[in-house]
């Protein structure tokens, strides 16, 4: 356990970086259409990633053979993720967005994690995280908006339950590549495919753009999303997710809506429930139970997807 503290905490800390961003992005977007501010957080923390990266390794090459995994990665994890996020959130409640897709996320990344690695789903790691995902209802459906089963939401909510899907497949696929390049090469790569795969959905939407309402809140959003969310966070969380394991790790999303609701309250003013106090100490007692593992999962490389 002593080993891996600092990848545990590396995890917390990408989840609270993340769900702390719920709050500050909402000043941005008084400025930005969500597919401009999304393009310019990583297009924006491209020349940083790359930089640190030739800054530190010497080169920022790889395989060719790998290019296109890198392109297929860096299209459904970033471009197509960041889409559907933008599109369930526009056709469901914030409540029903934040459940189905930060819930899910981890199950299904335990659930595929043994055709990625040789990752093993113990009965530890079965029960914290279901005792973290109660807390995480606790949270989301104790607030002032329960979970909406109208049918006026179901686009919405079938796009949210997706984004869990095809959020835990992007996490493990990066996990083979990590065992060849370091997770600062595969996040850039990644990135750099999503940014150009992004590109497009932006024309049309630069002439929106009010220049003369930037203030210095809109470009400390800028700013937090660019150094934070991305360069820092996709970072961390690829070295601790690389060390501690892919199933492991998503579990540890679950912090993201407990920093979201205290930072909705604290820029925001919105009420913190008994009910979701109640959900971040149980979250927080199922994510130690895993942590709490003496035998560690082996994290390696299936050797049918080498």
Same mark, same amino acid.
């Given at each position: 356990?002593?080993?891996?503290?600092?990848?545990?905490?590396?995890?917390?800390?990408?989840?609270?970086?993340?769900?702390?961003?719920?709050?500050?992005?909402?000043?941005?977007?008084?400025? *930005?259409?969500?597919?401009?501010?999304?393009? #310019?957080?990583?297009? $924006? %923390? &491209?020349? +940083?990633? =790359?930089?640190?990266?030739?800054?530190?390794?010497?080169?920022?090459?790889?395989?060719?053979?790998?290019?296109?995994?890198?392109?297929?990665?860096?299209?459904?994890?970033?471009?197509?993720?960041?889409?559907?996020?933008?599109?369930?959130?526009?056709?469901?409640?914030?409540?029903?967005?934040?459940?189905?897709?930060?819930?899910?996320?981890?199950?299904?990344?335990?659930?595929?994690?043994?055709?990625?690695?040789?990752?093993?789903?113990?009965?530890?790691?079965?029960?914290?995280?279901?005792?973290?995902?109660?807390?995480?209802?606790?949270?989301?459906?104790?607030?002032?908006?329960? *979970?909406?089963?109208?049918?006026?939401?179901? #686009?919405?909510?079938? $796009? %949210? &339950?997706? +984004?869990? =899907?095809?959020?835990?497949?992007?996490?493990?696929?990066?996990?083979?590549?990590?065992?060849?390049?370091?997770?600062?090469?595969?996040?850039?790569?990644?990135?750099?495919?999503?940014?150009?795969?992004?590109?497009?959905?932006?024309?049309?939407?630069?002439?929106?753009?009010?220049?003369?309402?930037?203030?210095?809140?809109?470009?400390?959003?800028?700013?937090?999303?660019?150094?934070?969310?991305?360069?820092?966070?996709?970072?961390?969380?690829?070295?601790?997710?690389?060390?501690?394991?892919?199933?492991?790790?998503?579990?540890?999303?679950?912090?993201?809506?407990?920093?979201?609701?205290?930072?909705?309250?604290?820029?925001?003013?919105?009420?913190?429930?008994?009910?979701?106090? +109640?959900?971040?100490?149980?979250?927080?007692?199922?994510?130690?139970?895993?942590?709490?593992?003496?035998?560690?999962?082996?994290?390696?490389?299936?050797?049918?997807?080498?």
């Amino acid at each position: 356990m002593k080993s891996t503290q600092v990848y545990y905490i590396g995890l917390i800390l990408v989840a609270v970086i993340w769900g702390v961003n719920f709050g500050i992005s909402r000043f941005a977007m008084e400025v *930005f259409s969500p597919e401009i501010f999304v393009f #310019l957080r990583f297009g $924006l %923390a &491209l020349p +940083i990633l =790359f930089g640190i990266l030739k800054w530190t390794e010497g080169s920022v090459k790889v395989e060719k053979r790998d290019l296109i995994k890198l392109a297929i990665i860096g299209f459904f994890g970033v471009t197509l993720l960041e889409i559907l996020v933008m599109y369930s959130i526009k056709y469901t409640t914030l409540a029903n967005a934040s459940l189905l897709n930060v819930a899910p996320w981890p199950i299904f990344a335990a659930l595929f994690a043994s055709f990625f690695t040789k990752e093993v789903m113990t009965p530890r790691l079965v029960i914290g995280g279901l005792v973290a995902l109660v807390g995480v209802v606790l949270i989301i459906l104790g607030g002032e908006d329960g *979970f909406d089963f109208s049918s006026q939401y179901m #686009l919405g909510n079938m $796009l %949210a &339950l997706a +984004i869990s =899907f095809i959020g835990a497949l992007y996490n493990l696929s990066c996990m083979p590549l990590m065992a060849k390049y370091s997770p600062l090469r595969v996040s850039a790569w990644c990135i750099l495919f999503g940014s150009i795969f992004l590109m497009p959905v932006t024309i049309g939407g630069w002439q929106e753009i009010q220049w003369n309402e930037f203030t210095i809140g809109v470009w400390g959003a800028i700013a937090y999303n660019v150094l934070l969310c991305t360069v820092a966070a996709f970072v961390i969380w690829n070295v601790s997710m690389n060390k501690v394991g892919a199933a492991k790790s998503n579990f540890y999303r679950y912090f993201v809506p407990a920093s979201a609701t205290v930072t909705g309250s604290f820029f925001f003013n919105e009420p913190i429930l008994i009910t979701q106090i +109640i959900g971040g100490i149980v979250i927080i007692f199922g994510l130690a139970w895993i942590a709490t593992e003496r035998k560690q999962i082996p994290v390696q490389v299936s050797e049918s997807i080498k």
